[in-house]
């Protein structure tokens, strides 16, 4: 069934509605957040900065644009019958593909053991956006490496493309920190999250050695995550993953001629 045109279309409809409802999710939470921050009269710039700087946020809009490239290409390719398999994704869809479902998993899996008994004020959150943005599309996103049409088999140093992001972010959440004023504490800096802020006196060692305690474990899962996700589409995988015998650096071994003179 999984190889058929019209799961594939099923499930590029429910990869679309995703994306929709993602879209919304993240609307609603910004729109909470942006206007306690007014009516707070909070500098509103660094409020819309601030929102667009935590990893939830980031990879939940990466998220719903890769979803909607996926459906939109598997809706909108030539038609096929519906029992033939559908053509396998793009090299460059199946490593977004791959980036984000890391970075969803990851979301889901931190949010709900590190920070969903954090206590924040009354209000702050939308409670069902909440649940989209953590649990929902992050469960959506890990039935797509298993459930989604046309996976391509991709090399295992698509690894280290998935981990560029993740790393830029870190590196930029901790030169931005010190240097922003808290809009709502009005504390001489702001971290989207606490394991990652070094003036947390909760952290398991203090300072940037808790910091970089969480770093280091957070980065082993994104690796096992992202094993796992290439893992399973090489498994699943439709088309070259580069490493097909009798190819080599995009030619083909050719049979030798063998001359019938002399015999």
Known sequence: MLASSRWAAVWNILRLVAALAIVVAVIGQAVRTIGIGIDAGQHLPTVVTNFFSFFTI?????????????????????????????????????????????????TGVVYNTLLRNVPLPQGVTVPWSNEILHVIAPLFLLLDVFLGPGRRALPWRSILI????????????????????????????????????????????????????????????????????????????????????????GTVQRPSRISSRGR
Do not use: H, K
């Not at 980065?219 to 580069?242: F, K, L, M, N, P």
């Open 58 to 106: 980031l990879s939940n809009c990466a998220a719903a644009a890769v979803l909607v490239w996926a459906g939109g290409r598997g809706l909108g390719g030539r038609r096929r019958t519906a029992d033939a398999a559908p053509a396998a994704d793009p090299a460059a869809l199946a490593v977004a593909l791959a980036s984000v479902t890391t970075y969803m998993v990851i």
């Open 162 to 249: 998935i981990l560029i992001f993740p790393i830029l972010w870190v590196v930029y959440t901790l030169v931005r920190g010190p240097l922003i004023t808290n809009p709502a504490s009005e504390q001489p800096f702001w971290y989207p999250y606490p394991f990652l802020n070094p003036n947390n006196p909760d952290l398991i060692f203090p300072g940037y050695a808790g910091v970089a305690f969480w770093v280091v474990v957070i980065a082993v899962g994104i690796i096992v995550t992202a094993a796992t996700v290439v893992g399973v589409g090489r498994r699943r995988g439709q088309g070259s993953s580069g490493e097909s015998s009798g190819t080599r650096s």
